[in-house]
């Protein structure tokens, strides 16, 4: 519907997997971000991409590593996770960094047992 | 793309009233601040946003107020209807990020 899309919708995942979320965007937009909502907390931002290139990463731990191989794709890669990783992992997108208005994906509900 | 287990503050109003959501800020030198909702299972969705030089714009059913001197921040939705329901966050734009509050529960009784 918002024109971000992101897969799986749910994960479940053992804290020695590794598992990679994936966020898609037809848009046109050259700037995207992976946001972290969790039960306790505001939406906090992780990355930051500007035409592909990394331009924020908000002190996110290591085992999260995000990967933009073009403008309309955006991986985060997850590895040897804490059960307090567990949270709604969204993706947005935005014609240009620096937008107030952001597209959001329906994010991906991450537990990790 | 629901806020589940976040101990929201709740309003609840009767379809047609007027609903005002309220934010407090912290960031005087945010350059705009912004409105967004996310309903239960979706993720955040723009509404509206004003320049910290203003104080007051006006969308379609939706008023956005901004008093800079108390920090304080306010969305109205005129005619609430079954289909405002959601989370409204709001947030501010400091340094290009966008800075997200807490949220607020509507709920509309029909």
Redesign the interface.
């Known amino acids: 519907e918002t024109g971000v899309t992101q897969t799986p919708r749910h994960l479940v995942m053992g804290m020695t997997n590794k598992k990679s979320l994936k966020c898609e965007q037809h848009l046109g937009h050259n700037a995207m971000y992976w946001y972290k909502q969790s039960a306790k907390k505001p939406l906090e931002l992780m990355f930051v991409y500007s035409l592909e290139e990394r331009v924020e990463n908000n002190s996110v731990p290591s085992r999260f590593s995000p990967e933009c191989p073009n403008s309309s794709h955006l991986f985060l890669h997850l590895h040897t996770l804490q059960p307090e990783d567990s949270a709604l992992y969204l993706c947005a997108s935005s014609r240009r960094t620096r937008e107030t208005e952001a597209f959001f994906g329906q994010g991906t509900r991450l537990t990790v047992v | 793309?629901?806020?589940?287990?976040?101990h929201l503050p709740t309003l609840s109003v009767q379809e047609g009233d007027n609903s005002i959501i309220n934010c407090a800020y912290s960031n005087s030198a945010s350059d705009?601040f912004?409105w967004y909702k996310q309903e239960s299972?979706?993720?955040?969705?723009?509404i509206i946003?004003i320049r910290s030089n203003m104080d007051k714009r006006q969308g379609q059913r939706v008023t956005v107020l901004l008093n800079k001197t108390v920090k304080h921040l306010s969305l109205q939705i005129a005619a609430t209807q079954p289909g405002d329901s959601a989370v409204y966050?709001c947030?501010e734009?400091a340094q290009?990020?966008?800075?997200?509050?807490?949220?607020t529960k509507l709920s509309v009784k029909p």
Do not use: H, M
């Not at chain 2, 299972?41 to 723009?46: D, R, S």
């Not at chain 2, 290009?96 to 949220?103: P, S, V």
């Open positions: 793309g629901e806020s589940v287990g976040l705009y912004i299972g979706k993720g955040p969705q723009f946003d966050f947030a734009a290009g990020n966008l800075i997200f509050g807490k949220g």
